[in-house]
């Protein structure tokens, strides 16, 4: 009983963070949606094949991409455009890619490996992927009518 309650909490929120935040600025010229499927690996007559479902149900261990769509609709160069993508409590980032992340919330921003926690004693540590949450891309220039996608990889806690 508390195993399905989990699975449709954690359902409900990672379907609800799914969708990114854009720059301020540029928010108007560039359109965002962002979507998550479930990784799986099926057996099709004894080959294994891996498919990206649509997250129905969804446990502890099971393996996400998150997908950001970008598409400048505008008639001007957009230049510095910055996608945030929050991660859902309920997941875990499971790699390091090529994007920024914070540890503080979305206070500040670096390259994972650069990052560290502070904890409670004052003592500083080497970041975990478990403290990412947030994920951030900067798009250096979109061309008028440029669509593109950004993801990342997260696995149910």
């Given at each position: 009983?508390?195993?399905?309650?989990?699975?449709?909490?954690?359902?409900?929120?990672?379907?609800?963070?799914?969708?990114?935040?854009?720059?301020?600025?540029?928010?108007?010229?560039?359109?965002?949606?962002?979507?998550?499927?479930?990784?799986?690996?099926?057996?099709?007559?004894?080959?294994?094949?891996?498919?990206?479902?649509?997250?129905?149900?969804?446990?502890?261990?099971?393996?996400?991409?998150?997908?950001?769509?970008?598409?400048?609709?505008?008639?001007?160069?957009?230049?510095?455009?910055?996608?945030?993508?929050?991660?859902?409590?309920?997941?875990?980032?499971?790699?390091?890619?090529?994007?920024?992340?914070?540890?503080?919330?979305?206070?500040?921003?670096?390259?994972?490996?650069?990052?560290?926690?502070?904890?409670?004693?004052?003592?500083?540590?080497?970041?975990?992927?478990?403290?990412?949450?947030?994920?951030?891309?900067?798009?250096?220039?979109?061309?008028?009518?440029?669509?593109?996608?950004?993801?990342?990889f997260a696995v149910i806690r």
């Amino acid at each position: 009983m508390l195993n399905r309650i989990f699975v449709a909490l954690s359902l409900v929120l990672v379907m609800q963070l799914a969708v990114p935040m854009a720059h301020a600025q540029s928010a108007s010229a560039v359109s965002l949606s962002g979507d998550v499927k479930v990784i799986r690996t099926v057996d099709e007559n004894g080959t294994a094949r891996t498919v990206l479902e649509e997250p129905s149900q969804v446990i502890p261990g099971d393996r996400l991409v998150f997908t950001t769509r970008y598409t400048n609709s505008s008639a001007e160069i957009v230049e510095d455009f910055v996608v945030t993508n929050p991660l859902p409590k309920a997941v875990m980032l499971a790699e390091d890619g090529d994007f920024e992340v914070s540890v503080d919330g979305g206070k500040t921003f670096g390259r994972f490996a650069a990052l560290s926690v502070t904890l409670e004693d004052g003592a500083d540590r080497p970041a975990e992927l478990a403290d990412v949450t947030h994920i951030r891309w900067t798009l250096a220039t979109l061309t008028p009518g440029q669509q593109g996608s950004v993801n990342y990889f997260a696995v149910i806690r």
